[in-house]
């Protein structure tokens, strides 16, 4: 143990994040704080500063709530200070580490090729295991590798397209992504439930046919995939990619325990600044990167929206945790023209969603329903790439484990999410008449 440390130190003291050491949460809470005067927004993030907190959740009004990831030996200090300032602070989680054994990934057989159990969370390999046996056996998929991420992963794009239009153009598409953020497994997972569907039509559903007759459906698993790899095997609540050192501010120590990386939902170059809802820092977790499209993962993200953009209707970027079904601007409070629109397709869809197993998701403009932060992917697929009906969809649930949802709810979150995607591609083609 000692050897690696030492190993570690001299290797840089930039970036040593030993895979294998796994981190631990004991005694490390989460607290829901209601901030009760307008001044202690200001207060409590400051807080975050200087106990090193990390912000599962902001408030998204002024009765909202935070939720806030705290140390076992800053607990009481930071409890004691909300105190001091008129807030009211509770333990929500009381051992983050107690629910990361909840819903560490199972040991689970291997399945016959093309198939992917929906009861669990699945490494990259078997990922891509998965997406491969899906195109050799299936002759309208097309596996494309938008760009490789920082270490060497490649990250796939499956497209599901069964042919031109009579009239020789492209279909409308529908094009859905999940993992940006590495601790939010359950996005991939429903995106691998979705693409299941697709191409397995396990239920025998008699509107696949349908669906894939009049849309072409582009569907990215993991848009992270180092950061998911590292939040699997190292830390299971990383949320940016593994970019190392910055500049010179933290380089030679690096950042400590909250280790470098780029949030890369805060990196897309629509509108991007730190100072709106992110960070100039690298050790935070809103760490907005040096530059708009800095990393190799928004640059492969933002190119390959670009490129579907003259036939691309709706884009899906996937996350947890809060059930929220939400969409541009995360830059500004300022509606976009046709929000009304975007508004309504929202509503069918969560209407659908809710009919599942009846859970609710509100629909609303980023930085009303959420809060302000530019660099955003949803941003950038409506105002750059010119997608109209652009959404983050944050899926469950909305307090009992945040992003620790235990495998036994990937089935009924994608049987949700998938509902609410279908009633939003029939919305659309009754909307566009496909
Ligand atoms: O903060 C985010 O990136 C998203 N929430 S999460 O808890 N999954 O991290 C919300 C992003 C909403 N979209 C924009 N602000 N553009
Ligand atoms: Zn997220």
Not at 256 to 267: I, K, P, Q, T, Y
Not at 346 to 370: C, M, Q
């Amino acid at each position: 143990m000692k050897t690696i440390w030492l190993a570690c130190l001299l290797v840089v003291a930039v970036n040593c994040r030993p895979e294998s050491l796994e981190k631990r949460y004991d005694g490390h809470q989460v607290l829901k704080v209601f901030p009760n005067l307008l001044e202690n927004f200001k207060n409590i993030e400051a807080l975050g500063a200087k106990y090193n907190l990390d912000f599962w959740n902001h408030p998204k009004h002024q009765n909202g709530t935070y939720d806030i990831q705290v140390s076992p030996e800053h607990v009481t200090d930071v409890i004691n200070e909300l105190k001091s300032l008129g807030a009211d602070a509770s333990v929500w989680i009381h051992d983050i580490q107690s629910l990361i054994d909840e819903s560490r990934p199972s040991d689970h057989q291997k399945r016959a090729s093309g198939t992917l159990s929906m009861n669990h969370y699945h490494s990259y390999a078997e990922i891509n295991t998965f997406l491969n046996s899906i195109v050799s056996s299936n002759s309208h998929t097309h596996l494309d590798n938008l760009g490789t991420s920082l270490q060497g992963r490649s990250i796939n794009l499956i497209r599901f397209s069964t042919g031109s239009t009579s009239r020789g153009t492209h279909k409308k598409s529908i094009f859905m992504d999940g993992g940006i953020h590495a601790r939010e497994w359950i996005a991939p997972a429903v995106v691998l439930y979705m693409i299941d569907q697709l191409a397995n039509n396990p239920n025998n559903d008699p509107d696949i046919a349908n669906l894939l007759d009049k849309f072409d459906w582009y569907l990215v698993p993991l848009v992270n995939p180092d950061g998911y790899e590292y939040s699997r095997n190292g830390d299971r609540m990383w949320r940016k990619n593994m970019a190392s050192s910055y500049g010179t501010q933290h380089s030679f120590f690096g950042c400590g325990s909250n280790e470098m990386g780029v949030d890369l939902n805060r990196n897309f170059g629509y509108h991007w600044d730190p100072a709106n809802g992110g960070s100039f820092d690298q050790c935070q977790e809103t760490y907005a990167g040096p530059h708009a499209l800095s990393e190799p993962e928004t640059k492969a993200m933002a190119h390959a929206l670009d490129s579907v953009t003259s036939h691309t209707l709706a884009y899906l970027n996937i996350h947890s945790y809060g059930q929220y079904w939400i969409y541009p601007w995360g830059y500004t409070r300022h509606l976009p023209p046709d929000a009304a629109d975007l508004d309504h397709l929202g509503r069918v869809a969560t209407t659908a969603l809710y009919h599942v197993h009846g859970s609710r998701y509100t629909v609303g403009e980023d930085t009303v329903v959420l809060y302000s932060a530019a660099g955003g992917a949803d941003d950038y697929a409506k105002g750059h790439s010119g997608i109209k009906y652009a959404y983050t969809v944050e899926l469950g649930d909305t307090g009992k484990y945040g992003f620790l949802l235990p495998e036994r709810y990937i089935q009924t979150s994608g049987q949700e999410l998938w509902a609410g995607v279908k009633a939003m591609a029939h919305e659309l083609i009754r909307l566009y008449h496909l």
